[in-house]
């Protein structure tokens, strides 16, 4: 069964960069699939933040782009996440989630890590 | 961007209702929409992926439609654990997008 498991600082400073990674059991980071970062600010909806494709090609919510970058580390099965120049609005539980293809949608999510950016 | 349009945005119903939510998209995108269930404190959970395909696991009750911009959700029979927010999402483009969620709740 598939597993992913976010983890990272709770607490990140305004103008900070928040620094996240996603842990996958269960299957291969190599594998043909697409991980993405979804996040959810409190009582809100969700945004896709941007996505790392097995081949390492990376896609972005252009609302994002300038702050994210998405990389991967196959030697030890984990994506990540540094998004630059946090502020308050950055503040949201950040989920990472697995896309097997365009038609499965995101079949495996972890189980999200609230960051919160307060001085 | 693909804007995605959920109705409505809430929604009250009775144990035993059907209920049906619908999820339009600024653009045809074909059969790229899917359907998830997220519960207070949870991660969405994946319903239904390509319109109407339903995920391993996922009551019957539970049933999707729709293809190019108009797709719906229907649930035959509401259960007490059904009573969820819902979201539609695209994955035909990026920047993937989610609808804005409906809210079910108990009547």
């Known amino acids: 069964q598939v597993q992913l498991q976010e983890s990272g600082p709770g607490l990140v400073r305004p103008s900070g960069t928040l620094s996240l990674t996603c842990i996958v059991s269960g299957d291969s980071i190599s594998s043909t699939n697409w991980w993405s970062w979804v996040r959810q600010p409190p009582g809100k909806g969700l945004e896709w933040i941007g996505e790392i494709s097995h081949s390492g090609k990376t896609d972005y919510n252009p609302s994002l782009k300038s702050r994210v970058t998405i990389s991967v580390d196959r030697s030890k099965n984990l994506f990540s996440l540094e998004m630059t120049s946090v502020t308050a609005a950055d503040t949201a539980v950040y989920y990472c989630a697995k896309m097997s293809s365009g038609w499965s949608g995101f079949d495996f999510w972890g189980q999200g890590t609230l960051v919160t950016v307060s001085s | 961007d693909i804007q995605m349009t959920q109705s409505p945005s809430s929604l009250s119903a009775s144990v035993g209702d059907r209920v049906t939510i619908t999820c339009r998209a600024s653009q045809t995108m074909s059969i790229y929409l899917h359907w998830y269930q997220q519960k207070p404190g949870k991660a969405p959970k994946l319903l239904i992926n390509a319109a109407s395909s339903l995920q391993s696991g996922v009551p019957s009750r539970f049933s999707g439609s729709g293809i190019g911009t108009d797709f719906t959700l229907t649930i035959s029979s509401l259960q007490p654990e059904d009573f969820a927010i819902y979201y539609c999402?695209?994955?035909?483009?990026?920047?993937?997008?989610f609808g804005q969620g409906t809210n079910l709740e108990i009547k």
């Open positions: 999402q695209q994955t035909y483009s990026t920047p993937y997008t």
